[in-house]
């Protein structure tokens, strides 16, 4: 039976859609991932179905209590916590961002609720802690509506995914991979429709131009006939003429009915500009030799050392408060024990932005270091989700998201030879995200990056240190191996998941529908052996 169903609805903002829903159905066994562009609704969705805002029109009939896990809210109440808020390390009066997340998600998994609404619940986790959201989501009992730029969690989570894209709602079977797959594939039939109706288009209009050219040339009577020749002539050629111009007139109605197909959006691809300088003599971009920093008497590095070899791309990790951007800082700075090789210029993307004068336009803030052309640049900026016009806003009418990605854009334009970033993928829609990651894989510089995104480490990195209590180790090939095993273990499982929940929901039979269900539930428990996770309970 539905937990959820939603009718007719329409979401809009003034004279904008936002939204509709002709009609969809939610089941207990669930697990749906909402993606779509920054502003186009995700939020909203969910804020609808908890009954805090109302659609222009239509209704949701909700047939289970829920939990909501927010991430637009900072503040917290204390009641009533979860009985595993020693697991999620939850603190009387929670304060920084990572606290209040684990706070929010623990008071929602208080209860057994039917439904659990959860909007970007990851924010302000690091790896511990988006591993034990990871584990809690998947062996969550009811159903789960998530909004999330973790393509991975949704990887691991989601056996359905809502895209919310141009005002419309298209659902698509399976996790975010297979959502993308299937994305893919109706991109290429779209592309192949398109272009065959675009050859056949041009042959038709190619045949109705050469009988109408055939037709015209045949009036002209030749110099040299009689009179008597010349009306015959005239006869015979008014006859052909006739035909060929009906032909024509038959290809024209074959043209006028041809169905018209749209050009499918294009997948934009990016081609950096050589980074590379043959000044660059060294083989080591940056060096790090027994470097110790910290404040007043605390000790957040404590004596690390490690190269970064040019072109290197390497990222950096680390539960928080761990001192990872503490160390790109003193990387950033040159503080003793740093060294970088001469003739390199550094890129450095702060989490807060700071870099930009508010009284430029996006465009103007972008050139005004870029060592791009003019073209190149608005390519960048297009990629990264500002186009046209928007490109001369002014940087103090700039949402949070639309500062990083003019940051990162310019950051890009300026062809750094170094690019150290600093939690890039925040406040990024998966879009946006996997633009950035396309331009960052062609870039052919040394690069440095602090991310909690699995997905974003794992396609742009080579390399990954750890950062723990003031030390520093290198992640070995074997693990690496081993995670890579227990992708494709829980990639079948998956699969296998999927296969299942669409023949409970195709069963009629009471008795056949309760077998797949147990087999629903071993499934979760073997994908739940082979997870790597951790709680919280040895953390103050």
Request: glycine share 8%.
């Amino acid at each position: 039976m539905f937990i959820l169903e939603a009718n007719k609805i329409l979401m809009e903002f003034g004279d904008r859609k936002l939204f509709s829903i002709k009609s969809q159905k939610i089941y207990s066994h669930d697990k749906i991932g909402i993606v779509g562009e920054n502003g186009a609704g995700k939020t909203t969705l969910l804020e609808i179905i908890a009954g805090r805002q109302k659609p222009t029109s239509g209704s949701i009939l909700l047939n289970t209590s829920f939990g909501y896990i927010q991430q637009l809210n900072d503040s917290f109440d204390d009641e009533p916590y979860s009985s595993n808020k020693n697991a999620w390390g939850v603190v009387k009066s929670p304060k920084s961002g990572g606290e209040i997340s684990r706070a929010k998600i623990s008071k929602a998994l208080n209860g057994s609720h039917g439904l659990l609404l959860c909007d970007e619940p990851a924010s302000n986790l690091d790896e511990r802690g988006i591993l034990q959201l990871e584990k809690e989501l998947i062996k969550y009992k009811g159903a789960i509506m998530l909004v999330s730029h973790d393509r991975e969690l949704m990887d691991k989570v989601c056996n359905r995914i809502w895209e919310i894209e141009e005002g419309e709602i298209r659902v698509f079977s399976g996790n975010y991979s297979e959502y993308r797959e299937q994305k893919e594939k109706k991109r290429q039939n779209q592309q192949k429709e398109y272009d065959k109706y675009i050859a056949e288009k041009k042959g038709l209009q190619s045949a109705i131009n050469n009988r109408s050219s055939r037709a015209k040339n045949m009036t002209r009577t030749p110099s040299r006939m009689g009179n008597s020749e010349a009306r015959l002539h005239r006869m015979d050629v008014r006859q052909r003429a006739g035909k060929i111009s009906g032909a024509a007139k038959n290809l024209k109605n074959r043209l006028d009915k041809l169905e018209q197909k749209e050009k499918p959006r294009a997948e934009t691809s990016y081609k950096l500009m050589d980074t590379t300088d043959d000044r660059k003599k060294s083989k080591i971009a940056i060096r790090v030799d027994n470097l110790s920093f910290g404040y007043d008497d605390s000790l957040i590095i404590d004596g690390i050392s490690f190269d970064v070899p040019k072109g290197d791309k390497l990222c950096i990790t680390g539960d928080n408060g761990s001192g990872k951007t503490t160390l790109i800082d003193c990387i950033v700075n040159e503080r003793d024990g740093i060294r970088i090789a001469p003739n390199n210029s550094i890129g450095y993307f702060q989490q807060n932005c700071l870099d930009l004068k508010e009284d430029d336009t996006i465009f103007e803030s972008v050139m005004r270091k870029s060592r791009m052309p003019e073209y190149a640049a608005r390519s960048v900026l297009a990629g990264l989700g500002i186009k046209r016009d928007d490109v001369y806003k002014r940087i103090f009418a700039l949402s949070g998201g639309e500062r990083c990605k003019v940051s990162l854009s310019s950051l890009i334009c300026r062809m750094c030879t170094i690019l150290i970033l600093d939690e890039p993928t925040n406040y990024l829609d998966i879009y946006v995200l996997e633009a950035l990651e396309k331009m960052l894989m062609e870039y052919s510089g040394t690069l440095i990056a602090v991310s909690h995104d699995r997905y974003f480490r794992e396609k742009i990195t080579d390399r990954e240190l750890k950062l723990d209590i003031g030390k520093i180790t290198e992640k070995g090939r074997n693990e690496t191996d081993k995670n890579s095993n227990r992708r494709t273990e829980i990639l079948l499982l998956e699969l296998k998941k999927t296969k299942i929940l669409k023949k409970i929901r195709e069963e009629s039979d009471e008795g056949r529908r309760n077998e797949l269900e147990k087999l629903y539930e071993e499934t979760l428990k073997s994908m739940d052996k082979i997870k790597t996770g951790c709680d919280f309970s040895e953390e103050s």
